[in-house]
């Protein structure tokens, strides 16, 4: 039984081999990530293992599925990347993997403040070069402040048990409230109070077609001047345009994103020797109060095992004819 993987790198295959324990199962890695271009090298494979960036609309899975393919393993949580009507029109089964670490994600968002708030990343560079002066280095207490979450699932959660313990006040919008979040003293509110109260804003929600571009120049406009925006979730959820000029208006005081809605032409690349044709991207990262990381929030040793061993996991179930757990599935 073999499985396919895409836009595998050297970490990807560390820690599937570290965890292949299952009887016959063959590795096949290709660092491109899947699309119509790539379809054809696949070749008697069970199953297909995808992350983030690798595109799986429905003439994609068409042609999987002519191949002979039984299950696409998504290696992440989000699966905005995938046309899930097509896949179970064409009796595909998908899983992925729901929780790998929650405090991965939780614990980079808190590492993009506290560097812009504290400007870390300048004082690092600084005090290398003997240049010991304070100046532009101020920054502001955390406790206290007033810290803004969409989306308090897993990860949102995780965030939230964080900012509480730093003594913010913590106001969230879900769809879902979380009672033991409010036993913690997390106050729900509607979306719209949420963005005008917040000192820092931080997205924790999935992309859908109904929250595409959640952060535009008309909510942007109902948020705190001054604002810092933290995303770690799906570039698509931030009007980067919109964000620009709200930058450049000082309307938002510091942008940290680990996600961006272009990243598939750009992240999980070593791309030092080319010429970036993104104008946008350069833009953004050419203000001192951006930071950008090129989705590595997931990025830990327990999240990476995590990953393999439920993919791993799954892909037997789904072998043996037993299903996996039912969070893992989608199709
Ligand atoms: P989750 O499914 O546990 O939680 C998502 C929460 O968002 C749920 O409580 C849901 O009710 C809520 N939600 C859905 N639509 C909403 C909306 N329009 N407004 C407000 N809340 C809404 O997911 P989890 O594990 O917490 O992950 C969140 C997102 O983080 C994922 O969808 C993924 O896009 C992203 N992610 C990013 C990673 C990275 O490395 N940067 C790694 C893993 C996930």
Redesign the pocket.
């Known amino acids: 039984m073999k499985v396919i993987f895409f836009s595998a790198k050297p970490y990807d295959r560390q820690f599937f081999n570290r965890y292949n324990n299952i009887p016959g199962l063959e590795t096949e890695y290709y660092e491109t990530h899947l699309g119509p271009h790539i379809v054809n090298v696949i070749e008697d494979a069970y199953a297909v293992c995808v992350f983030v960036n690798d595109k799986l609309s429905a003439p994609v899975l068409e042609a999987i599925a002519a191949k002979g393919v039984k299950v696409i393993a998504l290696r992440?949580?989000?699966f905005?990347n995938l046309d899930l009507d097509a896949a179970k029109r064409l009796g595909l089964r998908v899983c992925r993997v729901?929780?790998?670490s929650?405090e991965?994600?939780a614990e980079?968002t808190i590492a993009m403040l506290l560097t812009l708030n504290r400007k870390t990343h300048k004082a690092y560079n600084r005090v290398r070069e003997q240049n010991f002066s304070l100046d532009g280095l101020l920054g502001f207490n955390l406790s206290g402040k007033t810290i803004g979450v969409?989306?308090?699932?897993?990860?949102?959660?995780a965030f939230c048990k964080i900012m509480l313990g730093f003594g913010c006040t913590v106001v969230a919008?879900?769809?879902?409230e979380?009672a033991g979040l409010k036993e913690l003293g997390v106050a729900y509110k509607s979306?719209g109070e949420v963005l005008a109260t917040a000192d820092i804003l931080s997205l924790?929600?999935?992309?859908?077609a109904?929250?595409h571009y959640?952060i535009n120049s008309d909510t942007l406009a109902q948020m705190k001047d001054g604002v810092i925006v933290l995303n770690?979730?799906?570039g698509g959820l931030i009007s980067t345009a919109d964000m620009i000029e709200a930058l450049k208006s000082k309307k938002v005081g510091a942008l940290g994103i680990?996600?961006y809605e272009q990243e598939e032409k750009l992240f999980f690349r070593d791309l030092s020797e080319n010429i970036i044709e993104d104008d946008t991207i350069q833009r953004l990262m050419s203000f001192p109060n951006v930071l950008v990381t090129a989705?590595?929030?997931?990025?830990t040793d327990e999240a990476l095992s995590q990953i393999a061993k439920v993919t791993l996991g799954s892909i037997a179930a789904f072998a043996e004819g037993s299903e996996p757990s039912p969070e893992v599935i989608l199709v």
Do not use: M, W
């Open positions: 992440c949580a989000g905005n729901p929780a790998y929650p991965a994600v980079h969409i989306g308090t699932g897993k990860i949102g959660k919008y879900d769809v879902y979380d979306q924790h929600c999935p992309l859908t109904e929250n959640l770690t979730s799906r680990d996600v989705h590595q929030a997931f990025f």
